[in-house]
Antibody
């Protein structure tokens, strides 16, 4: 059974940093791309970032480019999202999701974690 | 980036009746080399993460009831719930995954019972 468990969310001041983790199990981690998707309170879904199975290809939404870094440790079956220079508009539930293929391009997200809440506020 | 729109914003349907949600992309998501539409539908119930329902515009994910169906090609797509059940109350999102990311979502359509 595929399981994705996010952690690392919390309250952070504007300009601060946070690192999210997503522990994966139930599938061969390094053969699937992974993504982060966020949802602001009461709002829709926003694709944030994606990474290929090897970690060699990464992609970002314009809204986070230069501030967020996606990475993965395939030896630990864990996905990360380093978030720097956080803004109030980054407040959201952050979901990690497994992709259906090894490439981050051209593939849907077929399994999702429960999400972790990030609140950026002074 | 490809912009996704959905209509209506919300709809209320009687139990057992048909619900239809439309999704439009700002450019074609049909890849000519494999004739596949890079369009997915997700269902999100309150307090839960999204759940993949349909990919390639019309392929149901394993375990999804056959009352859910997807259709369309190019830039115009439809999700149909043929006979609405109480457990189908949710927000439904379309998403394009054409080419390289970002893979944009539509704004969502809320489905309720009339």
């Amino acid at each position: 059974e595929v399981q994705l468990l996010e952690s690392g969310g919390g309250l952070v001041q504007p300009g601060g940093s946070l690192r999210l983790s997503c522990a994966a199990s139930g599938f061969i981690f390094n053969t699937y791309a992974m993504t982060w998707v966020r949802q602001a309170p009461g709002k829709g879904l926003e694709w944030v970032s994606g990474i290929s199975g090897s970690g060699g290809s990464t992609f970002y939404a314009d809204s986070v480019k230069g501030r967020f870094t996606i990475s993965r440790d395939n030896s630990k079956n864990t996905l990360y999202l380093q978030m720097n220079s956080l803004r109030a508009e980054d407040t959201a539930v952050y979901y990690c999701a497994k992709c259906a293929g090894i490439a981050a391009a051209g593939t849907v997200s077929d399994y999702w974690g429960q999400g972790t809440l990030v609140t950026v506020s002074s | 980036d490809i912009v996704m729109t959905q209509s209506p914003d919300s709809l209320a349907v009687s139990l057992g009746e048909r619900a239809t949600i439309n999704c439009k992309s700002s450019q074609s998501v049909l890849y000519s080399s494999n004739n596949k539409n890079y369009l997915a539908w997700y269902q999100q119930k309150p307090g839960q993460p999204p759940k993949l329902l349909i990919y390639w515009a019309s392929t149901r994910e394993s375990g999804v009831p056959d009352r859910f169906s997807g259709s369309g090609s190019g830039t115009d797509f439809t999700l149909t719930i043929s006979s609405l059940q109480a457990e189908d109350v949710a927000v439904y999102y379309c998403q394009q995954y054409y080419g390289n990311p970002p893979f944009t979502f539509g704004p969502g359509t809320k489905v309720d019972i009339k």
